[in-house]
């Protein structure tokens, strides 16, 4: 079974072990996209992850099950951010079985910008359970059943934050024949202000008026 999110995924579907030679992978499609990876031992020992304006650190976990190996990425792509966790990974390629959380901040670092949206995405075997996505700064609550996007499509709205602190949460019931191979967080940030906008229309508008003045 094929799907597609917002940076165009490889959902691998059916059982467990089938998923995991299958190597689930999200990845962006786009040459605009730039991003930083590490692994999970290397970001929850204290090392975070920054990229353009945004910086993402690792606060807890608890029971999450990653292996030291999980890779772990902050991708921008047109002008928007996305945190993914990946468990199947050449250096561990085993799915998480685990039934647990991990919690992080994503903040907004010297830029007028502010997090104006969100939305999840997981991959997951064919009959995995849910994962969860909660904020301690706003209410809004993501879940992702079997491998579905949430919201489908587009992102849900959020009263603009510089700093949202994240928690998510695996819950696999039918463990350890199922599994989760990647999740993706995405962080949609305002546009820029009516004065920049209007800025970028006027110098637009003066090279019309020199193109026309041109052909005349």
Same mark, same amino acid.
């Given at each position: =079974?094929?799907? /597609?999110? +917002?940076?165009? %995924? /490889? ?26 990876? @590490? ?14 304006? +945004? +910086?993402?650190?690792?606060?807890? !976990? ?12 902050? =991708?921008? =792509? ?13 250096? #561990?390629?085993?799915?998480?079985? $685990? #039934? ?12 007028? %910008? ?7 995405? #997981?991959?997951?075997? $064919? ?9 301690? !700064? ?5 879940? $992702?059943?079997?491998? @579905? ?11 603009? +934050? %510089? ?7 695996? @819950? ?17 940030? #305002?546009?820029? !202000? ?23």
């Amino acid at each position: =079974m094929m799907t /597609t999110n +917002k940076l165009t %995924k /490889t959902f691998a579907s059916g059982s467990l072990a089938i998923g995991v030679l299958a190597g689930a992978v999200l990845t962006a499609t786009s040459a605009s996209a730039a991003g930083v990876m @590490s692994t999970w031992a290397a970001w929850t020992g204290g090392t975070p992850l920054q990229i353009g304006d +945004k +910086k993402v650190t690792f606060l807890s !976990e608890t029971n999450f099950g990653a292996n030291a190996l999980d890779d772990v990425e902050l =991708m921008e =792509m047109g002008g928007h951010y996305y945190f993914i966790y990946d468990a199947t990974t050449l250096g #561990s390629s085993d799915a998480n079985i $685990s #039934s647990g959380s991990f919690t992080y901040t994503i903040e907004v670092i010297n830029s007028p %910008k502010s997090i104006i949206g969100v939305d999840l995405d #997981s991959d997951v075997s $064919s009959n995995y359970g849910t994962v969860t996505e909660t904020f301690v !700064e706003v209410p809004n609550v993501l879940i $992702s059943v079997n491998g @579905s996007a949430d919201p489908l499509t587009g992102f849900e709205p959020i009263a603009p +934050k %510089k700093l949202l602190t994240v928690t998510n949460t695996l @819950s696999n019931p039918n463990a350890p024949n199922e599994g989760l191979f990647q999740l993706q967080n995405s962080f949609h940030q #305002s546009v820029p !202000e009516p004065g920049t906008i209007l800025g970028l229309l006027a110098v637009g508008g003066l090279g019309l008026v020199s193109r026309f003045k041109k052909q005349k």
